[in-house]
């Protein structure tokens, strides 16, 4: 895990930095009366510091070679992911239910491996049912789309 | 008495239908999350914010508190039979209760988890009752500069107690209060990090993080490695713990209950650090402590115990000061103030169906969760069975329902996706969500008060030195940070268990 130590903590470091940057566009003020940019650049200063600290430390020991990798795939998450980000722009568009049956076909079937006409009877019924349940017994604000 | 006449009063409260309702529902709920693997309360409380908008404000407060310590029940029946705490709170359980299971005494691991959850949360209650209204009058004292030292303390127990690397957490603390400044400064309005969006005008949304960083990331780590339950396949059989096992767990009952109600109270420990600390004790003062880890039946006692009653303690400074000691608090506190309640000194006095109605209710709900739990335990067993690939798309689903309809804007989808892969990368790494999401919520009345007693104060610092309230609760934060280094036994207990938990 050294390795992974070294990335994690670098990449706060380069947070941190970017934060100060940011912070220091706001008006900072005087110790005794504070502007709105000195809470912040204070944060970002000491969350800079702290990852310093954890970038040297993780420095300091030996690099390791990485550890075998964990038995898992990769692609999952990952396709998910876009699947989401996909549902999250397509749901105002299409609506709820159109777009929530999409996204669940593709879950059942792809990551799950579902034969495809389960997946499909599958992802329109508890896309049904959830719209129902939620936006007509317990009056959730959704998405109606091109059907409202 | 007052107390008495208060608590009948609660009674009646949470006995009219629709709080019995809502007090079912809530720990019916949180069985349910508390037993599925990859959803826990805090995820499940943010998601059912909005439901509560048509809820009256009592009834909301009473479903989301039994979601809490429902889920408590509730994971320790995964730890017991399949080795996986539903909860984080029931790590320790899993040591002894699931070596208990394999050893043929599933039944009784899960009664006196149960029972130990009941006797603490009913002590809890009286806990509550008997330290809230006192506690109340101190409260009124509060102002900008108390408040600021309460919150400073709350962040170093919140970093100092943790299980894993300190220095780790205190990043993530630093992180999550920066985070906490993207929006309004809450002194003069300038908008801070906003870059002219509109979503980020109002501040990062608190259920957006919470449910990218427990529910969406829980559930993109789980689809990677892929889950398998095995659940323990036997008949569970009697139920009730024997004479015996009575004799061994009532004195760990009531020092868990006992420990976890006072670390409870506590700002920043939560329910999880008790059930470690609790478990640590019971080994030490054991007259056999090589049984713990073998299926020693304190050793499930204890903790589940300790986590019930730090559920009833951490109620204490939301109803009485209005401060979230932990992260189910500041959900719950935002449940609050969708209702335009702000909890706090004033609410025993403002909202006294509130105050005593929730508290009743607790009671209430833990004879529902006793019901529920003992002789329905096969129904949650076989909820176990339901395959994760059916199970992952509709906890996605609910995740971004209930992200979605606090405002309708699909942006806050974004943040929680965004928060997601965050999560993951967290988890993957070695860092806890806990307190960053703690430092969030706190960081931004850390600054306001900070800066209000600053303006009280014309700019002087002593305000904050002057008070003796005020200065008692910074000596304390200091002190939380300098003990560690100072008295090693509370270090080395928190190690050792967190080594052997893997945590």
């Known amino acids: 895990m050294r390795g992974a130590d070294r990335v994690s903590s670098f990449v706060l470091v380069l947070f941190a930095l970017v934060a100060v940057n940011e912070a220091r566009k706001l008006r900072l003020g005087t110790l005794t009366n504070p502007g709105p940019g000195f809470v912040p650049l204070c944060l970002a200063l000491a969350l800079a510091l702290v990852a310093l600290l954890l970038l040297w430390r993780a420095l300091r020991e030996p690099a390791t070679p990485a550890p075998p990798a964990e038995p898992g795939e990769r692609w999952k998450p990952v396709a998910s992911l876009i699947a989401l980000v996909a549902y999250t722009f397509a749901l105002e568009p299409l609506g709820f239910v159109l777009a929530t049956a999409a996204l669940l076909f593709f879950f059942f079937r792809v990551l799950d491996g579902q034969r495809w006409w389960i997946a499909l009877a599958s992802a329109v019924v508890v896309s049904a049912l959830s719209y129902l349940i939620f936006a007509r017994a317990l009056h959730v604000r959704l998405p109606e789309g091109p059907w409202s | ?24 529902v809530g720990v019916f709920v949180g069985t349910l999350v508390g037993v599925l693997p990859g959803i826990g309360p805090v995820a499940t409380m943010s998601l059912l914010l909005p439901v509560t908008y048509a809820m009256s404000p009592t009834a909301s407060i009473i479903m989301m508190a039994g979601i809490y310590y429902g889920a408590m029940y509730g994971g320790s029946t995964t730890s017991i039979l399949v080795n996986i705490p539903g909860e984080a709170a029931s790590v320790v359980t899993c040591l002894d209760g699931y070596q208990m299971a394999r050893q043929g005494r599933a039944g009784p691991a899960l009664g006196i988890a149960a029972f130990g959850s009941f006797i603490a949360g009913t002590l809890s209650v009286l806990g509550i009752m008997l330290l809230a209204p006192p506690l109340t009058s101190v ?46 400064d809450p002194i003069l309005a300038t908008p801070r990090f906003t870059y002219g969006s509109v979503t980020l005008g109002d501040g990062l949304g608190l259920v957006p993080i919470i449910m990218g960083l427990f529910g969406v ?25 024997t004479r015996e096992d009575w004799k061994i767990s009532a004195a760990p009952i009531a020092r ?68 979230a000691p932990n992260v189910v608090m500041a959900v719950l506190l935002g449940a609050f103030l969708i209702h335009g309640v702000q909890p706090g000194p004033l609410l025993i006095r403002e909202h006294p169906d509130m105050f005593w109605g929730v508290i009743a209710s607790m ?112 000596i304390l934060a200091l002190a939380v940070m300098v003990l560690p280094a100072v008295v090693p036994p509370v270090k080395r207990i928190l190690g050792t268990v967190g080594e052997e938990t893997g945590t």
């Open chain 2, 1 to 24: 008495m007052e107390l008495i006449s208060g608590l009948l009063y609660g009674f009646a409260v949470s006995f009219t239908p629709a709080n019995l309702f809502a007090c079912f």
């Open chain 2, 139 to 184: 409260a009124l004292r509060f102002g900008p500069p108390e408040i600021f030292g309460l919150l400073l303390l709350g962040f170093t127990m919140v970093t100092y107690l943790t299980a894993g690397s300190k220095l780790r957490a205190v990043a993530m603390a630093l992180l999550g209060m920066l985070l906490g400044t993207v929006g309004l």
């Open chain 2, 217 to 241: 990331s829980e559930v993109l780590l789980n689809i990677e490695k892929g889950v398998t339950q095995e659940v323990f396949e036997t008949r569970i059989k009697g139920l009730l713990p």
């Open chain 2, 256 to 323: 868990g209950s006992v420990l976890g109600f006072f670390l409870g109270i506590l700002p920043g420990i939560g329910a999880i650090i008790p059930t470690f600390i609790s478990y640590a004790l019971e080994r030490r003062i054991s007259r056999h402590p090589e049984r713990f880890g073998t299926g020693a039946i304190e050793g499930v006692a204890a903790p589940e115990a300790a986590n019930n009653a730090a559920t009833g303690g951490a109620m204490i400074p939301l109803l009485t000061l209005g401060i």
């Open chain 2, 363 to 474: 009671y209430v709900g833990n004879v529902i969760l006793l019901i529920l739990n003992l002789p329905l335990i096969g129904l949650w067993v076989q909820l176990l069975r339901v395959p994760y690939g059916l199970l992952f798309p509709l906890i996605l689903l609910f995740c971004i329902i209930g992200v979605y309809s606090e405002a309708s804007n699909v942006w806050d989808i974004v943040v929680m996706l965004v928060f997601g892969v965050i999560g993951l990368l967290m988890k993957k790494y070695g860092y806890e969500a806990a307190p960053l999401v703690l430092a969030f919520v706190l960081g931004g009345m850390a600054e306001e008060s900070f800066r209000q007693s600053l303006l009280l104060s014309h700019g002087h610092f002593d305000i904050l030195f002057t008070r003796p309230l005020a200065t008692g609760l910074l």
